[in-house]
């Protein structure tokens, strides 16, 4: 169990995937508030009922009810509506938010997945909002589940940036695209309110990756805001140059770059933390030829 809680803990520290990052969360969000609810649930004379406890981490579905209770925005990315939906979410973003991330690098992938999440509330407040004016028994008074609309967020963001890719479906290779779509049809028809949530994540998640390319950045405040946060949290690593000297000549204290060390060597752990770092931050394209090659190098003295 130690080992378990020591490899949970690693994930988090070296900061080297954020959708093992996210499922993790998930699960804790998820069963951490199904035990409080179990928990509370044996008492059924206590002045704290399940329903309390609902209330104050799942998001209500009108503003007033977000007023009353801001604290739930804290959760609300990683809550689902039930055991096969944190299934289905997890599957998602562990699925399309590690393909996300060798394009476009763990933390942009992290900050769609999050701002997805929020938008879709803005999205369901207006669109179901002036759906109720019309029609007024289509009220809705339940809650709002985020995990889901960030794995729209994260299938539509992936399909803005690879509108031709494939994937496999049990036996048969079929259009990325063609499967998100169905899935996003599937679940406004299931349940019509948080159909439209997870409508909500797919619009921003397609719309920021093709801004992205255009060069603008929706999300540009929330991924300065996490740098800052990450170089307060996170010790500096260790920097990838090194002092070498090979005699006491005038080379002494020579300091060797990355790209200068010997190509013929195994990469050293720095080497390759360096990598993955780089990685992490832009994507596997940010790589030159020479890192990839040495990456490649490291993954078969793995082997």
Sequence with gaps: MGKVFTDIVDVFKRN????????????VVFFGFTLIKFGVGLFPDALLTAETVSRNYLTGSSFMELIRHPWTLLFHPFTQDGLFSMLFDLIIIYWFGNMLADFIGGRKML???????YAAIV??????????????????????YGASAGGFALMYAYVALNPESEIMFFTMRIKTRLLVLALLVLSIFRNPPLGVLDLGGAVFGYVQMKLLRTGINLTYGLERFSIWVTEVLQPKKRSVFRKYSQ??????GKIIKFSEFNKETIPTEEEIDYLLDKINKGGYSSLTNEEKNRLHKASQSAD
Excluded at 247 to 252: F, G, R
């Design 123 to 144: 999205f369901f407040m207006l669109v179901w909002g002036f759906f109720t004016l019309l029609n007024k028994e289509l009220n809705f008074n339940g809650f709002l």
């Design 247 to 252: 005699n006491k000549s005038v080379d002494k």
């Design 111 to 117: 900050i769609t997945y999050l701002a997805g999440s």
């Design 16 to 27: 080297s995937n954020q959708a093992t990052q996210l499922i993790i969360i998930n699960l």
